[in-house]
């Protein structure tokens, strides 16, 4: 089970290994009885997107909740399809590869492309052995593989997760392991498939404060010894933070459906180009970075918008202190800053005709 063996493809040139490109994702919602004959509500979970992952990459997703930050990361591993735009891995179009129109297997593709939930109990079947559940994804795909093989390669898996002795947490059901050791075997069960993505979506959120970091240290460890690039949800900007500055990556922020910021963690804490960048700051206490940020908000309303009507223009500028009424009419593209800093506000473009345009009035 090399490496070079099971990645499921070549690169196609210089193609980054995933390129998520305008990607939308709507949700028509549920319609009552009265509304049977209206048109559906869509919820623009994701909408206009655009980011690229690389090999051995960190990209930490940050947001409130209803942001879109699930949406987008399955969908960056193939477990929800786009509405629009697309995502290609190594240049294969996804979605593309699933109806045989490329030279790839789908089958390989979402092999290559994992996910660990938060609540990994959930994930695990209650009436198998630990090593029945991890047996089971390497007899799919390697059949070839002996049943002696398969074991020795779980007991090695479960040690570099930190489960020792691996023979006797093998052994055991889900319900005798702790939630920090579920989430190991979550992990674990992952790694077999020598991911080249593994999506770990508020994956140490159910965990006590005490071993958060101890399990975002196991995650990047693995990332480095297994070459796997992680994206990384997380509603705390502060774990962002240090998921991202630990594994060489970038935080990205997000804002109802759009990817608002992009950049290096320490730069983008540090000056935050976007007023949303600052209301997280503000609301971590750990990160606020001076007296003058105590206190109010840095917003002029607290309410989220509603998802099925997004504002006009920016969609921060019902919130946004530095508002202005251009903001109400164009949507700000995410430019290039710096350094791979990107954010999509015209405060950041010096002759935009926002600095000639009023500030909107409460
Ligand atoms: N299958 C679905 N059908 C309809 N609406 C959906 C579906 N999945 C998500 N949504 C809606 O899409 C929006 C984005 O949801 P998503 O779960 O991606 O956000 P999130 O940032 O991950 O939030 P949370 O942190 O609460 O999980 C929300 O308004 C949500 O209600």
Redesign the pocket.
């Known amino acids: 089970m090399s490496r070079a063996r099971d990645t499921a493809a070549d690169s196609d040139g210089d193609a980054p290994l995933i390129s998520v490109n305008d990607l939308e994702v709507h949700?028509e919602?549920e319609q009552g009885l009265l509304e049977m004959f209206d048109d559906p509500d869509v919820?623009r979970?994701?909408d206009g997107v655009s980011v690229d992952i690389g090999e051995n990459d960190v990209l930490a997703l940050v947001?409130?909740?209803?942001?879109?930050?699930?949406?987008?990361g399955k969908t960056i591993i193939g477990l929800q399809e786009p509405t629009g735009g697309s995502i290609a891995y190594r240049g294969r179009d996804i979605w593309e590869t699933k109806a045989g129109n490329t030279d790839l297997s789908f089958d390989d593709i979402r092999s290559s492309l994992q996910i660990i939930h938060q609540d990994p109990g959930s994930s695990l079947n209650p009436n198998r052995r630990i090593v029945e559940t991890l047996s089971e994804p390497i007899r799919l795909t390697h059949p070839d593989i002996s049943a002696g093989e398969r074991r020795s390669r779980i007991y090695s898996l479960l040690e570099r997760v930190g489960m020792t002795p691996p023979r006797d947490f093998a052994s055991r059901y889900p319900h005798q392991l702790s939630g920090g050791e579920k989430q190991r075997v979550a992990l674990a069960r992952a790694l077999l498939m020598n991911p080249d993505v593994i999506l770990a979506d508020?994956a140490i959120s159910a965990l006590d404060v005490s071993l958060r970091v101890e399990m975002m240290d196991l995650m990047l460890d693995l990332q480095e010894e297994f070459d796997t690039s992680f994206v990384f949800?997380s509603?705390d900007l502060s774990n962002a933070r240090y998921f991202a500055a630990h594994g060489n990556g970038r935080i990205g922020v997000?804002y109802l459906?759009n990817l608002v910021e992009v950049g290096p963690p320490d730069r983008l804490i540090s000056d935050p180009k976007h007023p949303y960048t600052e209301v997280l700051r503000w609301a971590t206490p750990n990160l606020a970075l001076d007296a003058s940020e105590a206190g109010d908000p840095p917003m002029r309303k607290i309410d989220i918008p509603d998802?099925v009507n997004p504002p006009s223009g920016c969609r921060f500028h019902t919130r946004c202190p530095e508002a202005r009424t251009a903001c109400t009419r164009e949507q700000p593209e995410l430019r290039t800053l710096e350094d791979g800093h990107r954010a999509a506000c015209f405060r950041s473009e010096s002759d935009h005709r926002y600095w000639e345009s009023d500030p909107i009035e409460d």
Do not use: R, W
């Not at 947001?63 to 987008?72: A, N, Q, R």
């Open positions: 949700f919602t919820v979970a994701v947001g409130e909740s209803g942001c879109g930050k699930t949406t987008l508020e949800i509603h997000m459906g998802p």
